[in-house]
């Protein structure tokens, strides 16, 4: 991934502390609050919506209808709008569909069926939120763009970089997503949440009467409303026309045994134990995917612990691209706990991680993230 | 903020005469204008002198106006009232199964108001064959394609007066002629046109016309359906006796009157209100086309209604120039909004043969009757600078540009 900048130059610091400022409403709290923080500031901001995804256009995945909350649902268009009533400041909604299927929606589907496991929100944050709404924000006159991620960005006055840091929460820490961003977009980028708990966010929400206060928090991908992404996978593919593969394979060990069948390289990620749809003397978990010979290799748990493996697209965050290997902790997936590595830049693009101790289900397509304690060194999507 | 607004085919404020004249019929003057007593009777009263308003716009008789809801219920009311008349006739009907006579056919253009193009969706359906016949590039139906597309099961054709987006002006005597040489039911939407310029469904030969209220300073909420007299059309709803049973539901007596008053003060105004807004239009248009290089007029080679300009910017995002208008204070309008309010891209702009990115880069601005010099002048100031603005941040732009 290229972090795409279409800008050329950097704000000065004081155009960066007055002026309109533009806010990524999605119509959830976080956000809301964002909103509210920034107008106790007595900054003047403008709301925007993003409509991401058209949820009719796979109506076999229409679960149990209104009730649900989910991303890009007119109820979350219109609770950010009454958001912005309630505050009184102007709100708009802006069409981002076309992009987002581009960017987000089509490599997600693409990365799946080719044996890897992708996260759409790094795609989504790096380039829709602060490419595409970032530039139109601009253009509507707006110097930045607020979002409710949990995360802090500051300038470090040394090496004149900005720098993006995990939020002080760590249990709601989002920088994990936002290792792709440039430096431009970071210059023009507040986290105004970066601060502050998710209680802290709740009782601001509650404080200024938002009327999304007590709005629970929604946890699966926003265009993939039931959380099935092979039904997902499955529905898409038929819409846009790709063919799917859906010929049987082989489940086979590490030394090629066949051990079981499967109808779909799809239906699988690396670490899945359960799904497998046999059963062996002990537990297997899938190892790798092979989409050439449509195989999916399992193994015992020990066989899923690396060390050692590359990645691509790095992006230097914090840092300029170091020359020698450097220390760092590695996050390999959301819900990992950052382990000792040495990184080394390989060129511009590739890095080698050499973890101390063996990690479990490094998977291919998943965000592997350098961090030095809480500063975003760097990060790359694993190979 | 002074606020200036050119969204008027979006909808127009309710004009102070009109108000004036509804006011009493929501309370004073309540009563349902079927009762026999009284106070029914004035209501009815009301609701007579408004038909009679009305039909004195389009030049038709008062008994061949009947009151809708607006313009999206005349537009359905007209496809679906024609198509239905011609199946509900169990003789016909038989007939036509028993001869496997072809399904009936309806005949429109490519940049009907979505009220006619979704009846016509819905129709196609339940199994009548449509035809959409494409307009040029100024958004103009050709009246002999018209000719070329009738087959001997046609039973409607429906082309608009003037376009919502555009403000083109169709050549509807002509196609008015076609049809009735043809002996088909010819609708007109005028649901843009009214108030705006002259209208006779005599000289269109329009069997069936369509009008809104909200589009000619009357409220929202209250349109008409002209149906000539003798056309053969099934209702669309079934109910009580209300205006002879054909439309039933208690008459919206304020909203009537309203349409009425609208509609008469249009018909004493017409001619001096289209000279003054026509001016205002063609200082916009000036004004721009002198002080922003690269746009163009879209379809201002065909006849317009005298208050819309839709104007293309090359390399610029309609949706954020539309928002970066209205933060200083300017209302305009591009493409269709949806539900979400978000917009889609036009399919009237795509239709005249504008690729997606032109469509997108094209707004609205529609004049009305409180349009001053002053907002004018506004205007000419406000879009410059926001072009200039969204430019200098347009990929697109500054590409073209450094190629140029």
Same mark, same amino acid.
């Given at each position: ?13 004081e155009e960066t502390?007055r002026g309109?400022?533009?806010i990524a409403?999605?119509?959830?709290v976080?956000?809301?609050t ?6 106790e500031?007595?900054r003047?901001i403008v709301?925007? *919506?993003m409509?991401l995804?058209?949820?009719r ?7 149990e209808g209104p ?9 979350d ?7 912005a ?11 981002f ?7 987000v929606?089509?490599p997600?589907?693409?990365?799946y ?5 992708p996260?759409a929100c ?8 602060f490419?595409?709404?970032l ?6 006159g707006?110097e930045?763009?607020?979002?409710g991620?949990?995360?802090r ?10 720098e993006?840091?995990r939020a002080?929460?760590a ?7 936002l290792w ?7 210059s023009?980028?507040d986290f ?7 209680e802290?966010?709740r009782?601001?929400a ?5 009327p999304?206060?007590?709005k ?13 992404y092979?039904q997902?996978?499955q529905?898409y ?13 082989e ?6 045994a ?9 239906n699988?990620?690396i670490?899945q134990r359960?799904?497998?749809?046999f059963?062996a ?6 190892? %790798?995917?092979d989409t050439?010979?449509?195989?999916v290799?399992v193994?015992?748990?020990?066989a899923?612990?690396t ?5 691509? +697209?790095?992006?230097w965050v914090? &840092? ?5 290997p450097i220390?760092?902790?590695v996050?390999?997936r959301?819900?990992?706990?950052? !382990?000792p590595?040495?990184?080394e830049?390989?060129?511009e ?7 101390d101790a ?7 397509g998943?965000?592997a993230?350098?961090?030095?304690? +809480? ?9 | 903020m ?5 969204d008027?085919n979006a909808?127009?404020?309710?004009? !102070?005469?009109v108000?004036?004249?509804m006011?009493?019929?929501f309370?004073?003057?309540f009563?349902?204008a079927?009762?026999i007593?009284t106070a029914?009777q004035? !209501?009815r009263?009301a609701?007579?002198t408004?038909?009679e308003?009305v ?11 009947v009151?809708?809801?607006g ?8 496809v679906f009232?024609?198509i ?6 169990? &003789? ?7 001869r496997q006579?072809p399904p009936l056919?309806?005949? *429109?253009s490519t940049?009907?108001?979505e ?14 064959g449509?035809t959409y016949?494409?307009?040029?590039r +100024? ?12 087959r001997?099961?046609t039973?409607?054709?429906t082309?608009m007066?003037a376009n ?18 043809h002996?088909i ?9 009214g108030g705006k310029i002259?209208?006779?469904v005599k000289?269109?030969?329009a +069997?069936l016309l369509?009008l809104s209220?909200?589009k000619?300073y009357?409220p ?5 359906l002209?149906i ?5 059309l ?6 009580g ?9 208690t008459?919206?007596v304020?909203? &009537?009157?309203g349409l009425?008053?609208a ?5 004493? %105004?017409?001619?001096?209100g !289209?000279?003054r807004v ?10 721009l ?6 746009i163009?007029?879209?379809g ?8 819309t300009?839709n ?5 610029i995002?309609?949706?954020a ?10 209302a305009?309008?591009?493409?269709a909004?949806?539900?979400s309010g978000?917009v ?6 795509t239709?005249?043969?504008?690729s997606?990115?032109e ?8 004049l009305?009757?409180? @349009?001053t ?12 600078a926001?072009?200039a603005q969204?430019?200098?941040? %347009?990929? @697109?732009?500054q590409?073209?540009a450094?190629?140029?």
């Amino acid at each position: 991934m290229k972090a795409a900048t279409e800008f050329e130059t950097l704000p000065s610091r004081e155009e960066t502390q007055r002026g309109l400022v533009a806010i990524a409403m999605s119509g959830g709290v976080d956000s809301s609050t964002v909103a509210a923080v920034l107008q106790e500031q007595g900054r003047p901001i403008v709301g925007l *919506t993003m409509q991401l995804w058209n949820q009719r256009r796979l109506p076999e995945l229409q679960g149990e209808g209104p009730k649900q909350h989910r991303c890009c649902s007119l109820d979350d268009v219109y609770d950010a709008r009454r958001v912005a009533q309630h505050l009184n400041f102007p709100h708009y909604v802006v069409n981002f569909e076309e992009q987002f299927e581009k960017r987000v929606v089509r490599p997600f589907v693409d990365q799946y069926l080719a044996g890897r496991t992708p996260i759409a929100c790094t795609n989504c944050n790096t380039d829709v939120k602060f490419e595409p709404l970032l530039r139109m924000a601009r253009q509507i006159g707006a110097e930045r763009l607020a979002t409710g991620h949990y995360a802090r960005i500051r300038k470090n006055l040394e090496t004149l970089r900005w720098e993006l840091l995990r939020a002080r929460d760590a249990s709601k820490d989002q920088s994990y997503f936002l290792w792709g961003l440039s430096q431009e977009q970071l210059s023009r980028s507040d986290f105004p949440l970066g601060e502050l708990t998710k209680e802290e966010v709740r009782a601001l929400a509650r404080r200024t009467n938002l009327p999304v206060a007590e709005k629970p928090e929604s946890m699966e991908l926003c265009f993939v409303p039931t959380g099935n992404y092979v039904q997902f996978i499955q529905a898409y593919s038929k819409d846009a026309g790709i063919p799917l593969t859906e010929a049987e394979g082989e489940i086979v060990t590490e030394d090629g045994a066949v051990v079981g069948h499967h109808n779909g390289v799809h239906n699988f990620t690396i670490g899945q134990r359960k799904g497998l749809g046999f059963s062996a003397g002990k537990p297997l978990y899938v190892l %790798s995917i092979d989409t050439h010979s449509n195989r999916v290799v399992v193994g015992d748990d020990d066989a899923l612990r690396t060390t050692t493996f590359e990645v691509n +697209d790095v992006n230097w965050v914090s &840092i300029d691209q170091p020359r020698a290997p450097i220390r760092a902790t590695v996050k390999i997936r959301h819900k990992h706990e950052p !382990a000792p590595a040495i990184v080394e830049a390989l060129d511009e693009a590739r890095a080698r991680i050499i973890f101390d101790a063996p990690q479990r289900a490094i998977t291919p397509g998943q965000g592997a993230v350098f961090y030095d304690v +809480d500063r975003v060194l760097g990060g790359a999507w694993i190979r | 903020m002074n606020r200036v607004y050119l969204d008027y085919n979006a909808t127009t404020p309710v004009d !102070a005469e009109v108000l004036d004249a509804m006011l009493p019929y929501f309370s004073a003057d309540f009563a349902n204008a079927s009762s026999i007593h009284t106070a029914g009777q004035r !209501a009815r009263a009301a609701v007579e002198t408004a038909r009679e308003q009305v039909a004195a716009l389009i030049g038709a008789k008062p008994q061949e106006i009947v009151f809708t809801s607006g313009g999206t219920e005349s537009d359905n009311h007209a496809v679906f009232g024609v198509i239905s008349s011609q199946v509900a006739q169990p &003789i016909l009907a038989v007939d036509r199964l028993s001869r496997q006579q072809p399904p009936l056919h309806v005949i *429109t253009s490519t940049i009907e108001h979505e009220a006619v193009l979704n009846a016509c969706q819905a129709a196609e359906k339940q199994g009548v064959g449509v035809t959409y016949l494409p307009v040029d590039r +100024d958004g103009q139906v050709d009246p002999q394609a018209i000719r070329r597309a009738i087959r001997p099961e046609t039973v409607l054709i429906t082309v608009m007066h003037a376009n919502n987006e555009l403000g083109t002006v169709q050549p509807l005597e002509e196609i008015g002629r076609i049809a009735s040489e043809h002996k088909i039911y010819f609708h007109t939407d005028a649901v843009q046109s009214g108030g705006k310029i002259p209208i006779n469904v005599k000289t269109l030969n329009a +069997d069936l016309l369509s009008l809104s209220g909200h589009k000619l300073y009357a409220p929202k909420g209250v349109g008409a359906l002209y149906i000539r007299s003798g056309t053969r059309l099934r209702q669309l709803l079934y109910g009580g006796h209300h205006q002879r049973g054909f439309r039933p539901g208690t008459e919206n007596v304020a909203g &009537i009157v309203g349409l009425g008053k609208a509609a008469e003060i249009a018909r004493n %105004s017409l001619a001096s209100g !289209a000279q003054r807004v026509s001016a205002l239009r063609d200082q916009l248009e000036r004004g721009l086309l002198e002080g922003i290089p690269q746009i163009r007029v879209n379809g201002s080679q065909a006849p317009r209604t005298p208050n819309t300009t839709n104007i293309r910017f090359a390399g610029i995002e309609g949706e954020a120039l539309v928002i970066a208008l209205d933060l200083k204070g300017l209302a305009c309008s591009v493409g269709a909004a949806c539900s979400s309010g978000a917009v889609e891209p036009s399919h009237v702009l795509t239709a005249i043969g504008l690729s997606q990115e032109e469509a997108k880069s094209s707004l609205r601005f529609s004049l009305g009757r409180h @349009t001053t010099q002053s907002e004018i002048a506004f205007a000419l100031e406000a879009i410059p600078a926001a072009v200039a603005q969204l430019r200098a941040l %347009s990929p @697109t732009y500054q590409k073209a540009a450094s190629r140029v």
